[in-house]
Structure formats: structure tokens, C-alpha cells
């Protein structure tokens, strides 16, 4: 079945720094979504992506879907202490019955006043 | 608009019952899906309905069943309830032909 490396794994960074983390595919997908959950919530929709070389900003977070649609970035500008929370990567396709999202494992990410 | 809505938000079992998960989309919202969470396995599909029909389904045993009502609201069903079934179960709604799924704040359910 499809699988998503989602990297890095946690994530410790000092206020005010930019943050990078990533998603590859062992297949394609044709879109990607990007999730943050806090503790006892469910996910939330921070970008969605549709189209290979796509790149989407929303507010300081910028998200990029690879050409190759095998990967999908998130970069988060200038962080601040409410940034912390667990990153999920999402991939789907569409067509058929398979409707369903593919998720990483998450990135953990803790930043320091 | 309201967003996705799941009930209740907390549950405790123990072994050997069942139980039953409530999930209200958001409203326009058409397919249903639901995911289990776990420190260990992370989000895993566990299914996901449109228009009260079962369109695709994970890999997860015949005791997780679910189904879907005419007006979009979802219930999904744990029967003998095992120890590993302790997981925060996740409903998310899409509109019929995207893939932009919207999560509710999740059940926590603790099998003891």
C-alpha cells in the first residue's frame, strides 16, 4: 500500500526561527494536504495543494506539491509559540472509490520562547 | 458554518462491550470518512461513506463497522472491544469530488 515518510520526526526550535519538513511518496498522489493537530483536537486544514509544481502560502506558512508528485514541503516563516503542535502531511487521489487521505507520522514541533 | 461535530467527546469501556460513535459533517458536507489514531500506528483509515453507501474501506477487522444516514450524519460501530481498540477516532467531511477533508475534535475512547 502507499506509504508516506513524513521528516523530521520532532522538531525543537528557538522563537522567531523558520521551519522546514517534508513528505515523500513511494507513489504518486494527485493532491496533498497539510494538517496541524493540537493536544486533544482533531486536525486542522492549515494548506491544500492540487496540481504538481503548485506552491501555496497561507499567512506565514508555504507549502510546495513536488513536480514529480511523489513529495510535498511545508516551510513555517518566523515561528512563534502558538506554531507548536504536531505537522501531518495528507496524500489522496481521487477517481474510483478510493477516497481516502494517506497520512505521515507527523512532525513534532516545539519552539522556545 | 458549523464545523464537523462528534459525540461524545470522551468514552470508557471495558473489554468485551461495544460502542457506538456519532459523527455530524458539516453542513452541504456529502462523504463521511473516519480514521483511528494511535501513538503507534498514527492516522489510519478506517472508512468512508457518500450518500449511505460504503465507498471504500481500510484495513481493519470486521468488528469496526459503520453506516451513514440520509441526511450525512455517521455512526460508526466497535463491537467486542479489545484493549488495542483505545484510540482517539477521528470523522472528517468533504464535499462529493474533493479531497479537502475536515476533522472534528475526535472521540477518545480508553478500553479498560
Known amino acids: 500500500g502507499q506509504q508516506l515518510n513524513q521528516s523530521p520526526q520532532s522538531m525543537f526550535i528557538q522563537e522567531g526561527e523558520d521551519v522546514s519538513m517534508n513528505c515523500t511518496s513511494s507513489s504518486i498522489f494527485n493532491t496533498w494536504l497539510w494538517y496541524k493537530q493540537e493536544p486533544g483536537e482533531g486536525p486542522v486544514l492549515l494548506i491544500a495543494l492540487y496540481k504538481a509544481g503548485e506552491l501555496t502560502s497561507n499567512g506565514r506558512l508555504t507549502a510546495q506539491f513536488g513536480i514529480t508528485r511523489k513529495d510535498s514541503f511545508l516551510n513555517i516563516s518566523a515561528s512563534i509559540p502558538s506554531d507548536v503542535g504536531i505537522y501531518f502531511c495528507a496524500g489522496s487521489n481521487s477517481g474510483g472509490s478510493n477516497y481516502k487521505l494517506t497520512f505521515g507520522k507527523g512532525t513534532l514541533l516545539t519552539v522556545n520562547p | 458554518k458549523a464545523g464537523v461535530t462528534q459525540t461524545p467527546r470522551y468514552l470508557i469501556k471495558t473489554r468485551g462491550q461495544q460502542v457506538t460513535l456519532s459523527c455530524s459533517p458539516i453542513?452541504?458536507?456529502?462523504?463521511v470518512s473516519w480514521y483511528q489514531q494511535t501513538p503507534g500506528q498514527g492516522l489510519q483509515f478506517l472508512f468512508e461513506y457518500f450518500s449511505e453507501t460504503q465507498r471504500n474501506k481500510g484495513n481493519f477487522p470486521g468488528r469496526f463497522s459503520g453506516r451513514q444516514f440520509s441526511n450525512s450524519r455517521s455512526e460508526m460501530n466497535v463491537s467486542t472491544l479489545e484493549l488495542g481498540d483505545s484510540a482517539l477516532y477521528l470523522c472528517a467531511s468533504s464535499l462529493v469530488a474533493e479531497e479537502t477533508q475536515y476533522f472534528g475534535p475526535g472521540t477518545r475512547l480508553l478500553v479498560l
Open positions: 453542513s452541504g458536507h456529502r462523504s
